[in-house]
C-alpha cells in the first residue's frame, strides 16, 4: 500500500514542494484509495500534481488523457527535467517515435503515458494497454467531455468505455470549469462510479484585478506593460485587425510584441507561440485563438482591450496569468460599444434558449465591468462561491484605486435630466458633449446650446461624464435602445431624478496604481538584481536545451534562490520548487552565479529565512513590506512621488527607502532621482566639506537644493567611492 506521506517524499524529491496545496491532499487520496473522482480546481491550482505525484509512488503506469499536443509536450517536458519517466502517444508523431514509446511501456520504464483521445477509438491499441500495469487514468480537461463546457471534443465521448476496458482502474477527472452541469455530465460520459467530487476556491489571490473604460487603449496597455518590463505579457484584443494594429503600434515603440490569430497561418501562429514560451519576445498580441493549452507559468500580466463575452471567458482568459503562484496582473479596458458588439452578434443565434443564456452571461460580464465591488468577490459569487474578509488587497476597488463620487446623486440628476431635454433622441457622446457645452455645429444647429443642462458638468472632461452615462446604464438607471443606441430614462431612472435613490458614480480615472499587498509579499527580502541575473541564466539554459524557461525553473524558485542565496547544494534543496534532479543538473551553474553575484554586491549568503516563507497559495499575509515593495520599484526607475503613493508612505520615509536600496544595490548613478548638474554641484560641496553634517552642506549650496537631493547624491557618492 502506497501512503500519503510517500506521495508527500516524492513531491519533496522530484518537486522541491514541502507541502500540499489545499485541496492536492484530498485529491490523491482518492487516487490512492482507488475511488473514482472530479477534481475541481481553478487554472493554476496545481491539478497536474493531483495525478503525477501518485504516478511516480504507486506500481506501474498512469494513463493521462489530455486534449492538445502542446500540452502534453508541455507536461512531458516538466516531468523529464524533474527526473520522472513519462512519454506520450498521439497521432502527429511520426511512426519510428511511436514504436520506440511502445517498447517503453512493454519494458515497464515509464510512470506516466500522454495518450491522445482519439487513440482509444482504437480497440487493438486498447487491447495492448490491458497488457500494461496500469496504476491510475487521468483525464485532463475532462470538460471536453461536456457540450455544456466551452471546448466540446468529440473524441472525448469514446473515454466512457474506459472504465469497462478497465475494470479495478480509478478514473480521475481534472477541470477548472466549474458549473454543476458540466460536472454531472462528466461523471455521466465517462461512466465513474459514486465519484469524489472535490471543489478548490474558485478566487486566485495572486492576481490582482482591475477594471477602466477604454479611453486609449495605446497608452492605457502601456501603462500595463511599463509595470512589466521584460516580463511575459499576453494581450487579448476582440478582432483580428486590432491585434494587428496594436501590435504594430508597440513594437514601433520599442516593445517586443508578435501578434496571434486565426487569419495567420498555422506556421506563423507556431512561430509567435513559440517565441512568446521562449521568452524570445515578452508580449503576444492576441484573439482569444490563443492561450488553449498554454501551460507557461510565469505570465506576469493579461490585458483585455475590450470586454469578452461572459465572466466564464474573462475567468479562463485572466486566468492564464500567474499558474506560478506570484503576483500578476489582469486588466481589462471596456467600452459600452463592446457591449453592443456582442449583442449584436448574438442576434444571429439560432435557438432562443441559447440566446437568451448567452446574453445573461453577456449581461453578467457587464454588470463586472461597471460594477463598484470587490472583483475576487464579484468573480466568485458568479461561480457561486464567497469570498472571506472585507478587504482583497488585490483589485482596483479594494486598493482604492476607484473611488465613489460625493454629489453622485446631483450629477446623476443633471445627466438624466439632460436626456430628457433631450427627448431621448440622442445617444451618450453626444449627451455629453452637450452637457460640457461643446461648440459642436450639430449642436448649435439644433439650438441644443440654449437647453437648461447645457454646460453644466462643464467643469470635468467630456471623457468623464461619458463614463459617467455608461456607468448609469450599467446601473439601470438609463438604457440604450433602438439601432442608434439612443438614451432612454427607465423607470428607476425617473426615481433618481425625483431624489428617491442615490446612484453610485466612480471618480473621474485616477492615474496611479498602488502595489498590491501580494505583490509586496512575493518580492519579501528578495534581491531584485539577482533575481534578474538568474533570470537570464534561465532563458540561456532553456535556449541550449530548447524547452520553456519556465520548465527550467520556475519564478517562485528564482526568486526563492534570490532570496536565500544559498552557498551549497544542500541549501539550493531548502529552495521550494528544487527538486534532487535538477539540483544536481542546473545546481552548480546557479549556485555560482548566485555567489558571483553575491561577492560583488556585498551580500550575506545562506539568509536564514523566516520559516515560512510569504506564500500567496494560503491567504493573504499581513507582514509590512513597503520597504521591500519600494526596493522593486526603484528598480523600475519609479520616482520617489511615485514610489511614495505606491506604497502609501510619506515622502521622507521612502527617501530613506531609495538611500537604503542605493546603498544596498551599491548603485554609482543618482539619476532618475537627482539630475545631474545638482548631482555634481552637491558633489562639489561634499568635496570641500566632507559628507556630514548635513547643514552646511544644504547652507553651501545656498539653500537651493532640498535635503532629500543631498542624501542620495551622498549615498551614490559613498559607492563611487567604494
Ligand atoms: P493547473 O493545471 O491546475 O493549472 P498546475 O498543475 O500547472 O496547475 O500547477 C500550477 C503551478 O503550481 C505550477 O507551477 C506547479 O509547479 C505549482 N505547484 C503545484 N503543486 C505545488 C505545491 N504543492 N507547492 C508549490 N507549488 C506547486
Ligand atoms: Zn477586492
Redesign the pocket.
Known amino acids: 500500500m502506497t501512503t500519503l506521506s510517500e506521495v508527500k517524499t516524492a513531491?519533496k524529491k522530484y518537486?522541491g514542494?514541502d507541502?500540499?496545496?489545499p485541496l492536492?491532499e484530498r485529491a490523491i487520496e482518492s487516487v490512492l484509495r482507488g475511488r473514482d473522482s472530479i477534481v475541481v480546481?481553478?487554472?493554476?491550482?496545481?491539478?497536474?500534481?493531483c495525478f503525477q505525484a501518485p504516478a511516480v509512488t504507486l506500481p506501474g503506469m498512469a494513463i493521462v488523457v489530455s486534449p492538445l499536443i502542446s500540452l502534453m509536450k508541455d507536461q512531458i517536458d516538466s516531468l523529464t527535467e524533474c527526473g520522472i519517466r513519462a512519454a506520450r502517444i498521439d497521432s502527429s508523431q511520426p511512426a519510428s517515435e511511436r514504436d520506440r514509446v511502445i517498447e517503453q511501456v512493454i519494458n515497464r520504464e515509464l510512470k506516466l503515458l500522454y495518450i491522445a483521445p482519439e487513440r482509444f477509438a482504437s480497440d487493438g491499441f486498447i487491447s495492448f494497454l490491458r497488457r500494461v500495469d496500469i496504476s491510475l487514468i487521468a483525464i485532463d480537461e475532462a470538460h471536453c467531455v461536456s457540450m455544456w463546457g466551452h471546448d466540446f471534443r468529440p473524441e472525448y465521448r469514446r473515454l466512457g468505455r474506459l472504465k469497462e476496458s478497465f475494470p479495478g482502474v480509478s478514473v480521475h477527472a481534472?477541470t477548472?470549469t466549474a458549473t454543476e452541469h458540466v460536472r454531472s455530465d462528466i461523471a455521466v460520459q465517462l461512466h465513474l462510479k459514486d465519484p469524489e467530487v472535490l471543489i478548490g476556491s474558485f478566487d486566485r489571490p495572486n492576481l490582482v484585478y482591475r477594471v477602466k473604460r477604454r479611453t486609449n487603449t495605446l497608452q492605457q496597455v502601456r501603462d500595463v506593460l511599463d509595470r512589466h518590463r521584460n516580463e511575459s505579457v499576453i494581450i487579448y484584443c476582440i478582432r483580428r485587425a486590432d491585434v494587428d494594429e496594436l501590435c504594430a503600434k508597440l513594437i514601433r515603440k520599442g516593445y517586443r510584441a508578435v501578434p496571434y490569430h486565426a487569419g495567420m497561418s498555422a506556421e506563423d501562429r507556431k512561430a509567435a507561440q513559440d517565441a512568446f514560451i521562449t521568452e524570445e519576445v515578452d508580449i503576444i498580441v492576441a484573439t482569444v485563438a490563443f492561450g488553449m493549452g498554454i501551460?507557461k507559468?510565469n505570465v506576469r500580466a493579461v490585458i483585455h482591450t475590450g470586454m469578452p463575452k461572459s465572466l466564464e471567458h474573462y475567468q479562463q482568459e485572466s486566468g492564464r496569468a500567474g499558474?506560478?503562484?506570484l503576483e500578476a496582473e489582469c486588466s481589462l479596458f471596456w467600452s459600452g460599444g463592446d457591449y453592443g458588439i456582442w449583442k449584436s452578434i448574438l442576434a444571429n443565434t439560432e435557438s432562443d434558449q441559447a440566446r437568451s443564456i448567452a446574453l445573461s452571461k453577456l449581461n453578467g460580464m457587464y454588470d463586472y465591468c461597471t460594477g463598484l465591488t470587490c472583483r475576487h468577490r464579484a468573480l466568485v459569487n458568479y461561480f457561486g462561491q464567497d469570498l472571506e474578509g472585507t478587504n482583497c488587497g488585490a483589485c482596483d476597488v479594494c486598493l482604492g484605486e476607484i473611488a465613489s463620487m460625493d454629489g453622485a446623486l446631483e450629477i446623476a440628476q443633471k445627466i438624466l435630466s439632460c436626456v430628457v431635454r433631450l427627448h431621448e433622441r440622442f445617444g451618450a457622446d453626444y449627451t455629453a458633449a452637450v452637457l460640457s457645452g461643446s461648440r459642436d455645429k450639430r449642436i448649435l444647429e439644433r439650438g441644443h446650446d440654449e437647453l437648461s443642462t447645457y454646460g453644466l458638468l462643464s467643469d470635468v472632461p467630456k471623457s468623464t461624464t461619458r463614463d459617467w452615462i455608461e456607468q448609469l446604464v450599467g446601473q439601470g438607471y438609463l438604457e440604450k435602445v433602438g439601432e442608434y443606441n439612443l438614451l432612454q430614462v427607465t423607470e428607476s431612472g425617473w426615481r433618481v431624478l425625483h431624489g428617491e435613490v442615490v446612484p453610485t458614480l466612480i471618480k473621474p480615472a485616477d492615474k496611479h496604481v498602488r502595489v498590491s499587498k501580494v505583490a509586496a509579499d512575493s518580492w519579501e527580502g528578495v534581491d531584485h538584481g539577482l533575481f534578474e541575473a538568474l533570470r537570464s541564466l534561465r532563458r540561456e539554459l532553456a535556449m541550449q536545451r530548447s524547452v520553456p524557461a519556465?520548465v527550467v525553473f520556475?519564478d517562485?524558485a528564482l526568486r526563492g534562490m534570490a532570496r536565500l542565496r544559498p552557498a551549497s547544494v544542500d541549501s539550493l534543496l531548502h529552495v521550494?520548487?528544487v527538486g534532487r534532479v535538477k539540483a544536481e543538473q542546473y545546481g552548480d551553474l546557479f549556485l555560482d552565479e548566485i555567489s558571483r553575484y553575491c561577492r560583488e554586491h556585498a551580500l550575506s549568503m545562506d539568509v536564514a529565512v523566516p520559516h515560512r516563507v510569504p506564500s500567496l497559495?494560503k491567504g493573504r499575509s499581513t507582514l509590512n513590506m513597503a520597504r521591500q515593495a519600494a526596493h522593486g520599484l526603484f528598480a523600475r526607475g519609479m520616482s520617489i512621488d511615485e514610489v511614495a503613493r505606491a506604497v502609501e508612505r510619506a515622502h521622507s520615509t521612502v527617501v530613506e527607502y531609495l538611500v537604503s536600496y542605493i546603498n544596498k544595490e551599491g548603485l554609482t548613478e543618482a539619476s532618475p532621482w537627482v539630475d545631474e548638474r545638482t548631482y555634481d554641484r552637491i558633489a562639489d560641496v561634499v568635496a570641500s566639506l566632507g559628507s556630514e553634517p548635513l547643514g552646511p552642506i544644504y547652507r553651501a549650496l545656498g539653500g537651493e537644493i532640498p535635503y532629500d537631493q543631498i542624501k542620495i547624491s551622498i549615498a551614490v557618492l559613498k559607492n563611487r567611492q567604494q
Do not use: M, N, V
Open positions: 513531491l518537486w514542494y507541502e500540499f496545496l492536492q480546481l481553478p487554472t493554476g491550482g496545481g491539478k497536474s500534481i481534472y477548472a501551460d507559468s499558474r506560478d503562484g519556465y520556475s517562485a521550494s520548487g497559495r
